[in-house]
């Protein structure tokens, strides 16, 4: 189950009223608490709490019970059998509180869910006999015994959980999925289309199920809809979501989701934001880091018209969020398909995205000068390549992102700096083969930076790849220019082997210690 990373002090605050309300509960004796004509009991969730809402609730309790049974297996292990109970007796107040919670807004669940819901309650009530059984005899015999019917007991448990779990999202993805499907009304369509993409940013599992439901054929359908052209980018950032498992790319594929993106892209009807969103789901199925990829032949069929609809908006992205959206499924083009970057030349992106480099309101970030440079290293492999960059001023801007520094110090933003500068030595080794290219680069003074990263750690943020990247770029250069390094960097980053090389400066700290 995905929960977003917080601190520790906020997901306490967050998660206070649940562990309270069961504490409460433990004190009864899990007694239900009567309720007041005038008052709900705060178990209840109150009805002006949405579908969304209520599921969050409903996760967050699932959590902490899938929790709370980890850590039982883990006393049960060594033991402590005071501490089981007590945690058993948390973990059936917390099970009986889901149940409650979710009966009191859930409409037409299925006989298989009470089934579940009963056989969890049967086993929890169980388990809390046995091991309150522990806690009254000491004999070891006794206890070891014990020990097994335990461990049965709470696999048992773990195993309906999951089960009730999985048919509670199974049921509420069903229901949005139905109330999108079958109504007129743009605002109730909204709303379950804003639910549904909750559910989407609680992992991968529950796209899964979304996917599986047919979330990908319903949303599609949405978007072939001219009366519902106001709800396309947030249909489209739902599926975007839901195109992060291999379900949902296969539904794409089936619903010819490829033709529909690309309708959207080139029709110039659309706002930007819509079309801003169409290359966010482009950007998420041609993602490198995907394995289930290969199976998009229809992609390749439209490729031609998708890439240029995506330097078009590149160029007139009004926003660095636009641009870097339009650019990251240009990036990822370019790994999915060598042709991509054959179209690429001839529509003059290499000036387009140079052009916009120079525009800091439009690239204002590492991660949009990353999606730059991946694009700028995938072209630089054909040859014609070199003078678009040296007409673009690009050899400048390849050296401006060797000095590519993280100004927040996130990890994620230095991860990103990391690449840029990766990417930029890399392109420059490669284009460097060419004479006119290595020459504008020595004159920049290119050289020595790329020596201040192979000895500097801290430049590179000790990063390996950077440091690779350099040395090649730096052995290139030397090719075309032996003059502009002194010996000693001659003799330790250019003369030995790559390997040498590397060990030395992944070294070099540790030497002037």
């Given at each position: 189950?995905?929960?977003?990373?917080?601190?520790?002090?906020?997901?306490?605050?967050?998660?206070?009223?649940?562990?309270?309300?069961?504490e409460c509960m433990c004190i009864l004796q899990s007694k239900p608490i009567?309720?007041?004509?005038?008052?709900?009991?705060?178990?209840?969730?109150?009805?002006?709490?949405?579908?969304?809402?209520?599921?969050?609730?409903?996760?967050?309790?699932?959590?902490?019970?899938?929790?709370?049974?980890?850590?039982?297996?883990?006393?049960?292990?060594?033991?402590?059998?005071?501490?089981?109970?007590?945690?058993?007796?948390?973990?059936?107040?917390?099970?009986?509180?889901?149940?409650?919670?979710?009966?009191?807004?859930?409409?037409?669940?299925?006989?298989?869910?009470?089934?579940?819901?009963?056989?969890?309650?049967?086993?929890?009530?169980?388990?809390?006999?046995?091991?309150?059984?522990?806690?009254?005899?000491?004999?070891?015999?006794?206890?070891?015994?014990?020990?097994?019917?335990?461990?049965?007991?709470?696999?048992?448990?773990?195993?309906?959980?999951?089960?009730?779990?999985?048919?509670?999202?199974?049921?509420?993805?069903?229901?949005?999925?139905?109330?999108?499907?079958?109504?007129?009304?743009?605002?109730?369509?909204?709303?379950?289309?804003?639910?549904?993409?909750?559910?989407?940013?609680?992992?991968?599992?529950?796209?899964?199920?979304?996917?599986?439901?047919?979330?990908?054929?319903?949303?599609?359908?949405?978007?072939?809809?001219?009366?519902?052209?106001?709800?396309?980018?947030?249909?489209?950032?739902?599926?975007?979501?839901?195109?992060?498992?291999?379900?949902?790319?296969?539904?794409?594929?089936?619903?010819?989701?490829?033709?529909?993106?690309?309708?959207?892209?080139?029709?110039?009807?659309?706002?930007?934001?819509?079309?801003?969103?169409?290359?966010?789901?482009?950007?998420?199925?041609?993602?490198?880091?995907?394995?289930?990829?290969?199976?998009?032949?229809?992609?390749?069929?439209?490729?031609?018209?998708?890439?240029?609809?995506?330097?078009?908006?590149?160029?007139?992205?009004?926003?660095?969020?636009?641009?870097?959206?339009?650019?990251?499924?240009?990036?990822?083009?370019?790994?999915?398909?060598?042709?991509?970057?054959?179209i690429l030349l001839q529509l003059n992106a290499m000036k387009i995205l140079?052009?916009?480099?120079?525009?800091?309101?439009?690239?204002?970030?590492?991660?949009?000068?990353?999606?730059?440079?991946?694009?700028?290293?995938?072209?630089?492999?054909?040859?014609?390549?070199?003078?678009?960059?040296?007409?673009?001023?690009?050899?400048?801007?390849?050296?401006?992102?060797?000095?590519?520094?993280?100004?927040?110090?996130?990890?994620?933003?230095?991860?990103?700096?990391?690449?840029?500068?990766?990417?930029?030595?890399?392109?420059?080794?490669?284009?460097?083969?060419?004479?006119?290219?290595?020459?504008?680069?020595?004159?920049?003074?290119?050289?020595?930076?790329?020596?201040?990263?192979?000895?500097?750690?801290?430049?590179?943020?000790?990063?390996?790849?950077?440091?690779?990247?350099?040395?090649?770029?730096?052995?290139?250069?030397?090719?075309?220019?032996?003059?502009?390094?002194?010996?000693?960097?001659?003799?330790?980053?250019?003369?030995?082997?790559?390997?040498?090389?590397?060990?030395?400066?992944?070294?070099?700290?540790?030497?002037?210690?």
């Amino acid at each position: 189950m995905h929960l977003i990373q917080v601190d520790s002090v906020q997901r306490w605050m967050e998660d206070l009223k649940l562990m309270t309300d069961c504490e409460c509960m433990c004190i009864l004796q899990s007694k239900p608490i009567s309720i007041e004509k005038d008052e709900q009991n705060e178990l209840i969730l109150s009805p002006q709490y949405t579908t969304c809402d209520n599921l969050q609730l409903l996760l967050k309790r699932a959590w902490i019970i899938s929790t709370e049974l980890t850590r039982i297996a883990q006393k049960l292990e060594k033991n402590r059998w005071q501490r089981v109970h007590s945690m058993t007796v948390r973990v059936n107040c917390h099970v009986r509180s889901m149940i409650n919670e979710y009966n009191t807004f859930t409409r037409n669940s299925s006989e298989e869910m009470h089934q579940f819901e009963k056989l969890l309650i049967d086993k929890c009530s169980e388990f809390t006999a046995f091991t309150e059984r522990c806690i009254q005899t000491e004999d070891e015999q006794i206890l070891k015994s014990m020990k097994s019917c335990i461990n049965e007991a709470l696999t048992a448990i773990a195993q309906y959980f999951g089960q009730l779990i999985e048919l509670v999202l199974t049921h509420e993805a069903q229901n949005l999925l139905r109330q999108i499907e079958l109504s007129d009304s743009v605002y109730v369509t909204e709303s379950a289309i804003s639910s549904l993409f909750s559910l989407t940013q609680e992992g991968a599992h529950l796209c899964r199920i979304i996917a599986k439901e047919g979330g990908v054929v319903v949303l599609f359908k949405i978007c072939r809809q001219d009366c519902f052209r106001c709800l396309y980018p947030q249909t489209l950032r739902t599926l975007a979501s839901i195109c992060c498992v291999e379900e949902g790319m296969h539904q794409l594929e089936k619903v010819d989701g490829i033709l529909c993106l690309a309708d959207i892209l080139t029709d110039n009807t659309h706002s930007e934001a819509t079309h801003a969103e169409a290359a966010a789901v482009i950007a998420q199925i041609t993602s490198p880091h995907l394995t289930f990829t290969q199976h998009l032949s229809s992609f390749l069929e439209n490729m031609e018209e998708i890439v240029t609809a995506l330097v078009k908006l590149c160029q007139e992205a009004s926003s660095g969020e636009v641009f870097l959206l339009a650019s990251a499924a240009l990036a990822n083009i370019t790994f999915f398909d060598t042709m991509a970057c054959e179209i690429l030349l001839q529509l003059n992106a290499m000036k387009i995205l140079l052009a916009a480099c120079s525009d800091k309101h439009i690239v204002d970030t590492p991660y949009s000068r990353d999606q730059v440079v991946t694009i700028l290293a995938n072209m630089s492999v054909l040859d014609q390549c070199a003078s678009e960059i040296i007409q673009g001023n690009g050899v400048q801007l390849l050296m401006e992102m060797l000095f590519e520094r993280s100004s927040s110090g996130n990890s994620a933003e230095v991860a990103a700096c990391e690449r840029v500068q990766q990417k930029s030595a890399v392109t420059l080794a490669r284009l460097s083969r060419d004479p006119e290219v290595a020459d504008a680069a020595v004159k920049l003074s290119c050289i020595p930076r790329l020596i201040k990263l192979c000895r500097s750690p801290t430049e590179r943020n000790n990063s390996d790849s950077v440091l690779v990247a350099c040395l090649a770029a730096l052995r290139r250069l030397a090719v075309m220019s032996p003059d502009g390094l002194e010996d000693s960097d001659f003799q330790q980053l250019v003369k030995p082997r790559l390997v040498d090389s590397f060990l030395l400066c992944t070294n070099m700290e540790e030497s002037f210690v």
